[in-house]
């Protein structure tokens, strides 16, 4: 398994939010290179990058997210917050993302999402935002009134580069994860499944290994130092 560092945008800023709420911002990097930098020194090689205000329709980082992954060719980025037309998941493709993230129309829309998937097979990867067990949308502000099963069935024949599944109930507040919650998705999804929200200690990333899982997004724990970031990339950097 995988670690992620996040790189949450708000405002040309690099944040790290309670629960995605604007109101609960905890931690704030002026310039989100610094901590693009903070991490490589450490080992990591991945990282995933949204677009916060994007995702709410407050505005965009479109330019900082171009200036991440130029400053680290051969990388590894997954881009997303606020993806929702095709144009823009070939911009960022072609920008350098290595896979982009999408969520909302995904949800909402499966004939476009079955569309964006064949255009760029491999390299979408799907938001399955989770509070309790309803799916949520559009930066985390709107129930679905869907399950995640079913979600989870939906788009299982597609080409998808995988799931990222994010715990919105446990991000943040570095209580542990869901674990339960990402088994099942392992269990139902025949995609490549990346958990987030919640981690907290190496044990949560081993548990999470063990159930299967094939990355972990981590944040508020290695902004604050909860996490020895060098401890959890020479375990789990690659």
């Not at 709420?21 to 901590?35: F, G, Q």
């Not at 004939?111 to 559009?138: I, Q």
């Not at 990222?164 to 990402?182: F, S």
């Not at 508020?220 to 020479?234: E, I, N, P």
């Amino acid at each position: 398994m995988r670690a992620i560092p996040a790189i949450d945008l708000r405002e040309g800023a690099c944040v790290q939010l309670v629960g995605g709420s604007y109101a609960e911002e905890r931690v704030r990097v002026k310039d989100p290179l610094e901590a693009l930098a903070r991490w490589r020194a450490h080992g990591f090689t991945s990282f995933h990058v949204v677009d916060l205000d994007a995702a709410l329709g407050r505005g965009t980082n479109a330019s900082v997210i171009a200036r991440l992954v130029a400053a680290a060719p051969g990388l590894v980025f997954s881009v997303g917050g606020g993806v929702r037309d095709s144009e823009r998941v070939a911009t960022l493709i072609e920008g350098g993302a290595s896979t982009v993230v999408v969520g909302t129309r995904a949800v909402e829309d499966l004939a476009w999402l079955e569309d964006v998937a064949s255009r760029f097979p491999g390299r979408v990867l799907v938001a399955a935002d989770v509070k309790g067990r309803e799916v949520v949308t559009r930066g985390w502000t709107e129930g679905s009134g869907q399950d995640i099963a079913p979600v989870l069935a939906m788009f299982a024949r597609l080409p998808l580069a995988g799931l990222l599944v994010t715990a919105v109930h446990k991000e943040g507040r570095m209580g542990g994860v869901d674990l339960a919650l990402m088994r099942e998705v392992v269990d139902a999804s025949p995609h490549p499944v990346v958990a987030s929200g919640g981690v907290t200690t190496l044990e949560d990333l081993r548990a999470l290994d063990a159930a299967g899982v094939q990355g972990a997004v981590i944040g508020m724990a290695l902004y604050t130092g909860r996490l020895d970031a060098s401890a959890v990339a020479r375990e789990f950097a690659e």
